[in-house]
């Protein structure tokens, strides 16, 4: 009963090196999101997706680049690090049905240097 | 442009009180108004969501008031508890894509015993 699984849940990067949060979700959503949330701010909807082989741009989406090859999954990667990417990035999934409740994961805590 | 502002940014409330926490939105056509709650280290949760046809909404101690006139909900945690205190999301989305919202800056609630 896992539920949305983020992989790794700390890093730290130094500027310019490139890396990949995995999200995972056993509950067989078709959407599924990533987002940043920073100091005293809401989250911030990075990339999302509505279905396998599908992703769309959020609010936030540069410097981020979004994979959805099979629908369990959603990858967010990094290609250049900055330091204006340090955050807490949270994934979350959800059905386009009534009730409209989405679910998160625990966060990735990533540090850039 | 921030298209939902929240009220206010922490709150100190003392057992057995009620804490009150205030939204504000600007586009006429969000439809879905979900509460989020966030414990340190984790990822928010739905806690309560209301739709724009009714005006309030209650689930055992917390309750959405809807104001549509004046664009604003509001959350109010009645005998809240230390249990609740957390961080409080407001957000605000359109259609069926709920994971696409706007979401407020938080508020920091404490609820001392």
């Known amino acids: 009963n896992a539920g949305v699984t983020q992989t790794p849940k700390f890093r730290v990067l130094k500027t310019g090196q490139s890396m990949t949060l995995l999200c995972a979700q056993d509950?067989?959503?078709?959407?599924m999101y990533w987002y940043r949330q920073d100091p005293g701010m809401g989250l911030r909807l990075i990339h999302y997706s509505v279905g396998e082989g599908t992703t769309a741009k959020g609010e936030v989406p540069d410097g981020y680049n979004v994979s959805r090859l099979k629908k369990q999954n959603f990858l967010l990667g990094l290609e250049s690090a900055a330091p204006s990417q340090t955050s807490v990035y949270f994934c979350a999934s959800g059905r386009p049905s009534s009730g409209n409740t989405i679910y998160f994961g625990e966060g990735s805590w990533l540090t850039v240097v | 442009q921030q298209q939902v502002k929240q009220s206010p940014q922490s709150l100190i409330v003392q057992k057995g009180g009620i804490s009150i926490i205030n939204c504000a939105y600007e586009?006429?056509?969000?439809?879905?108004f979900p509460w989020y709650q966030q414990f340190p280290g984790k990822g928010p949760a739905l806690l309560i969501a209301i739709r724009p046809d009714v005006s309030e909404k209650k689930e055992g101690r917390f309750t959405i008031s809807f104001n549509k006139s004046a664009k604003q909900f509001s959350l109010h945690i009645m005998d809240s508890q230390p249990g609740d205190s957390a961080t409080y999301f407001c957000?605000?989305?359109?259609?069926?894509?709920?994971?696409?919202?706007?979401f407020g800056d938080g508020t920091t609630l404490t609820v001392k015993p």
């Open positions: 586009n006429t056509a969000f439809d879905y």
């Open positions: 957000a605000a989305s359109i259609g069926t894509n709920a994971g696409k919202s706007t």
């Open positions: 509950m067989n959503h078709e959407y």
